[in-house]
């Protein structure tokens, strides 16, 4: 009888510890997705997408209204001109919603695409009557918002590549798309010719950034890669210590980037030369005796793309603390320490009029709303 | 501690990978492979559950151990104690079978952990493989990303399923081929290490059959729910251990067949007056 109740054990074990690790519907299976429009915020993370009241923090919906263990969210939401917000889900269940806000009750789904097998990572972009979703499946997917169709098919489907989890940006003509699988591609926008396909040799995980005319993206090799937008020429301009992952941002003429060792570069585009030497944002900062301490491992990556915020870049890590960084390097943690999130922050901070949102990872609550101080002034965290 | 194991795993599995050249179909080779040399690393504790299970099987039919279930029959705890007085005379221990089988749960955990994190389908499992396979050194982990989790008809990254255009909400991802062929080689492996026994009042021999129902069932629930790569790694197991029983000569292939696991039963004496 012991050696059944032992075998019986083990596999209930097997279960618990098997399902734990798995995709479904769970928070925490990778990190929230964040944006913002002026009176709202929208966070996707784990089953549920959440609309925030920006006034106070107050969840204005969720959807869906109840956990489906088919749907997993953590695209970006991306908000359309009409404003639709847009999602693409990660379960068994990989469709593209086109979520219609209605007031404080559950939004309607407004349009929904379920033809692909995986999973959507990337936020799409809406240009003109046009959203252009790149799925996992390598594949580019455009959709025509003008028509009213629940059911919606793409109008045009364009394989790319292997991978694609990174939002398209544009020049206003052409599209320029990063892939997993190490290339940049720029596509036209309205006849979908792929103009050229360049092969980094190393993974991206972000989107460009179109600064100088010229195209800036950071790769696995390690590198600041800059791009000839006409012609796909390109060559490494700095060495990083580490994958970069996150889009560098841009104040003035300096791009701000981040690696998963947690250094900051600040790249000068007229000399071609970093400003000053990486700043290596580590915990280390912290008082000894903090209520809010931070993570005790090494973990310091730095995945989120940098803030702009006036004169000064905002820079969320993985050890769950913002920095405030100036233009010389200088650098301390924004709003002290007890203003801190914790948890672990790899999601982009958002700037929505005088807030900045922030949703980190396993932290206490999902979001936080902080004014441009560093002063926390409210924190959602879901009723159930 | 066990994210060193997680990360021993991962390292040997992407290394297999590599030396096999990245392609299409490489990564379902490598966890074969790597099947292939888990079985070989756990092949004596394999022989020592069949020894074990023998060991345990044999003293059903026992005299010595009969007589002490009929005689202590309402004495627990003096029966306990005999029990143990004949496993330690006959040189038996009791959870021989047993363990063996236990201490695979955690590296079929490890090995799913592994293979997920190899994969990496999500932007948190990529940081965390950049962190899984560095610290060995070895490894060049910025060259293997992404992985081609492309295998035969199947995506290792996916639950497996061939598309049937029904739309069967438990059954998202099509006809579940894996799963089923899980479950059978399972059931068979099972049914091959049933010992025959004679004895109708045989609990081990009740517990084996009842947990050559539950396993199948319980695995193939797996293959069912998660990524493909478990239940390539399911298969190629139970393929091996099934040649491993055959190589030992302790196959019972008759109990594949209906009633194929009893013995006929020894007729007692008729008593004459």
């Known amino acids: 009888m012991s050696k059944k109740f032992l075998f019986l054990a083990a596999a209930l074990l097997a279960v618990i510890l098997l399902s734990g690790c798995t995709g479904g519907s769970v928070r925490g299976n990778t990190w929230p997705g964040l944006s913002a429009t002026n009176d709202v915020a929208y966070l996707t993370d784990g089953p549920f997408v959440y609309a925030i009241n920006l006034k106070d923090g107050t969840e204005l919906w969720r959807y869906p209204d109840q956990r489906s263990n088919k749907l997993l969210f953590y695209t970006t939401p991306y908000v359309t001109s009409d404003g639709l917000v847009i999602v693409g889900s990660s379960g068994s269940d990989a469709s593209l919603l086109a979520l219609k806000p209605n007031g404080n009750a559950t939004p309607t789904v407004a349009w929904s695409y379920a033809g692909v097998k995986y999973h959507w990572v990337a936020a799409p972009l809406q240009i003109d009557d046009r959203l252009y979703a790149p799925n996992s499946d390598g594949n580019l997917y455009v959709f025509d918002l003008s028509g009213g169709q629940a059911d919606k098919q793409p109008i045009k489907v364009l394989e790319l590549a292997t991978d694609l989890w990174a939002q398209p940006v544009t020049d206003g003509k052409n599209l320029y798309i990063s892939s997993l699988d190490h290339n940049m591609i720029a596509v036209d926008k309205d006849t979908y010719q792929i103009l050229w396909n360049e092969d980094l040799g190393s993974a991206i995980t972000s989107s460009p950034i179109l600064a100088s005319d010229n195209l800036y993206v950071g790769s696995f090799a390690s590198n600041l890669e800059k791009f000839d937008p006409a012609n796909g020429d390109h060559a490494s301009v700095q060495k990083t210590n580490d994958w970069v992952w996150g889009t560098p941002s841009l104040i003035d003429n300096n791009l701000y980037f981040g690696d998963i060792s947690g250094n900051l570069y600040s790249y000068n585009l007229e000399t071609g030369k970093y400003n000053w030497n990486p700043i290596t944002l580590k915990p280390d900062n912290w008082a000894p005796n903090s209520t809010k301490t931070p993570d005790e491992s090494k973990a310091t990556a730095i995945t989120a793309s940098p803030l702009a915020v006036n004169d000064f870049v905002l820079v969320a890590t993985e050890s769950g603390a913002i920095y405030k960084v100036g233009q010389d390097g200088n650098h301390e943690l924004w709003g002290g320490q007890q203003q801190q999130p914790g948890g672990k922050i790899y999601t982009t901070p958002v700037l929505a009029g005088d807030l900045v949102l922030v949703a980190p990872m396993t932290a206490d609550a999902y979001l936080y709303a902080y004014d441009l101080n560093g002063t926390q002034k409210w924190a959602y965290k879901p009723a159930n | ?273």
Do not use: H
């Not at chain 2, 795993?9 to 392609?23: A, K, P, R």
């Not at chain 2, 099947?35 to 003293?59: D, E, F």
């Not at chain 2, 005379?89 to 090995?111: D, H, M, R, V």
């Not at chain 2, 594949?256 to 007056?273: H, S, V, W």
């Open chain 2, 1 to 273: 501690m066990w994210n060193i194991f997680i990360s021993a795993f991962t390292t040997v599995l992407l290394w297999i990978y590599n030396v096999l050249g990245q392609g299409p179909n490489m990564f379902g080779i490598a966890i074969i492979l790597f099947t292939i040399l888990i079985r070989l690393v756990t092949w004596p504790l394999n022989a020592q559950q069949m020894k074990g299970a023998s060991a345990m099987q044999n003293l059903q039919n026992d005299k010595d151990w009969q007589e002490i279930q009929k005689k202590y029959a309402k004495d627990k705890e003096k029966l306990a104690s005999e029990q143990m007085r004949i496993y330690r005379e006959k040189g038996i221990n009791p959870f021989g079978s047993c363990l063996p089988t236990l201490i695979q749960f955690p590296i079929i955990i490890a090995l799913y952990q592994s293979i997920t994190r190899a994969l990496a389908t999500t932007p948190y499992g990529l940081l965390q493989l950049s962190r899984s396979a560095s610290p060995f050194g070895f490894l060049n982990v910025t060259s293997l990303i992404p992985l081609n989790s492309k295998f035969l008809w199947m995506d290792l990254g996916l639950p497996e399923g061939i598309p049937w255009g029904l739309n069967i909400s438990f059954l998202p991802y099509g006809f579940p081929l894996l799963a089923i062929i899980v479950a059978l080689t399972t059931y068979v492996q099972a049914k091959l290490t049933m010992p025959a026994t004679a004895n109708p009042g045989d609990q081990s021999a009740a517990m084996s059959n009842m947990m050559s129902l539950y396993m199948p069932l319980l695995l193939g629930w797996f293959a069912l729910t998660f990524p493909s790569g478990l239940a390539v790694y399911f298969i190629t197991s139970n393929l091996l251990g099934i040649f491993q029983y055959a190589m030992q000569g302790k196959a019972n292939w008759r109990n594949l067949l209906p009633g194929g696991n009893k013995q006929p039963q020894i007729q007692a004496p008729k008593k004459t007056k």
